[in-house]
């Protein structure tokens, strides 16, 4: 069985940084694509990052490209979303998912079959 588990969400201010983790376990790490979504109160869930197998691929969301950087340890079985620049507007859940083995990382919500349970991001302003 997949699991995923977010950690390292908090209460920060505006322009200040924050690394969220997604440990995995139950699958192969190495063979599923990662990605990052995020929902914020009274909004839909929407993509924020997402990364290839072994990194060499990854998509950004326009609202946090240059401020917000995916990566990926697959020795951890861990996917990573290094935030910065926090604004107010990131207030959000993150969450990680799974995509089904050896597929591209992509943006859409659909594409992805195994969800965490999310971690709170919430930036004062």
């Known amino acids: 069985q997949v699991q995923l588990v977010e950690s390292g969400g908090g209460l920060v201010q505006t322009g200040d940084s924050l690394k969220l983790s997604c440990v995995a376990s139950?699958?192969?790490?190495?063979?599923?694509?990662m990605g990052w979504f995020r929902q914020a109160p009274g909004k839909e869930r929407e993509f924020v990052a997402a990364?290839?197998?072994?990194?060499?691929?990854?998509i950004y969301a326009d609202s946090v490209k240059g401020r917000f950087t995916i990566s990926r340890d697959n020795v951890k079985n861990t996917v990573y979303l290094q935030m910065a620049t926090l604004k107010a507007e990131d207030t959000a859940v993150y969450s990680c998912?799974?995509?089904?083995?050896?597929?591209?990382?992509?943006?859409?919500?659909?594409?992805?079959?195994?969800w965490g349970q999310g971690t709170q991001v919430t930036v004062s302003s």
């Open positions: 998912a799974a995509r089904s083995p050896y597929l591209r990382p992509t943006s859409r919500m659909s594409d992805y079959s195994s």
């Open positions: 139950g699958l192969p790490f190495s063979d599923y694509a």
């Open positions: 990364i290839s197998r072994y990194g060499s691929i990854t």
